[in-house]
């Protein structure tokens, strides 16, 4: 049975729904980008839904037939003629091998398309045009996932990541490929049970590793070990697309008595812990001045309102602006802004800078802030992650310019620049571990770059996009009721 053949697709984006920044082709290009049989040569033996894949179908006996796997950094909406032409792209490598015997597909679960519903569920779809009547499909999420009923009923199994900060990446691609052979050899087609909660956690109280998650996800664990239970996921949900399917949802998939009670149990438990997924936030001059007092370094100052990895710029200035007001010392922060790298390379190393940094994409993230200092690197830079997120891929940062601005290092890229590996510093010659203050723009991925050496972290208040507080979002297409918005929502089992 080793001629199955598999057709291996993925399009990947968090789209963040007040995000002035359309996402692009050239944006999914810069990123993550491969077509064919190129897929399998830069994504194997990486820790990705993809290198998980190719291990998992092997072990299985499929063949996968590569048509393009790509993933832009979270933003805006994405343009819908980029859509189109990557989907073309799709159909290129497929149409002249269809039909197919099945199909594994890498989607995040929160994408928007512009003048489109459900992009994702339309990926699964479209996927579904070039394989045999019956085929399987299975498809990988990301714990992010706004889980929509479309989508559940396009694919025959979804299997969402377990992680956060993600790092289970491979290990749901090897899940997906197995289940896919499984199916393939005969296995009867498992029973959905879909619960969709009226639940918008706070990313910052999301973490896998912490209460009440840890939990919540030990007991999806619990579950897929009792008879009848393939797969159980929880999705957390991305609360920054604005999309009527927004929210936390658990996903089982098995023999039908034992998939259903497996999602009630899950989701219950989900929802008694509503309260405990909501953030308590700290004003930026007190994170600040506490950050300053703290006897040991580094403190993390969590800016999750300009949260790259949620679709926000990173070029949020409110906490910058705080920590030169307040003269901190050691502190490192990380700001998106092409033209004042620009501006830095104009000047050179050893030269003087004096401009006004950050907060220029939309007015969401603080007013630009006027500097002066040294400028201590310019360049353009890449480098390869080398910790739990997606190790092994390469990311460019663009041009780079180092800033000294008193006491504070300030590290400006052209390229939106995520802190998820502490190669982004240590690759410019920075130590984090020898920091006093970090300001990190994300709300808990950050934890798998500097979650080994920081000594306190405090959630900062600052405005932004992906703000902590999703009663201060602009949403026009969300469901009320829903918590927290609504604190007096009754959720009961469907
Ligand atoms: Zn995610």
Redesign the pocket.
Known sequence: MADRRILLAGIQH?TNGFSNLRTTLADFRSYQYAEGSAIIERYAGSGTEIGGMIRGAAAAGLELVPTLFTFAMPAGLVEAGAFEKLLGVIEHHARPLAPFDGALVVLHGAMDVAGREDADAGVVRFVRGFLAPNAPVVATL???ANISQGLVDAADVLVGYDT?P?SDFFERGEEAASILGRLLDGMERPAKAFRKLPLLPATVKQATTAPPMARILAAAHAAEGRPGVLTCTVAAGYTYGDVPHLGAAVLAYGEAAAATAAADHVAGLLWAARSELRADLVAPDEAVARAMRAGRGPVVLVDAADNL?GGAPGDGTVLLAELLRQQAQGALVVLWDPEAVEAAAGVGVGGRFIGAIGAKADRHHGTPVPVEGDVRFVGPKTYVRDGSYMKGTRVDMGHVAVLRVQGTTIVLTSLRVPPFDATHLRCLGLDPAAQQILVVKSAAAWRGAFGDVVADAILTDTPGICSQRPDRLPYSRLRRPVYPIDPAVVWTHS
């Open positions: 968090e990301d714990y992010h956060f993600h990895g």
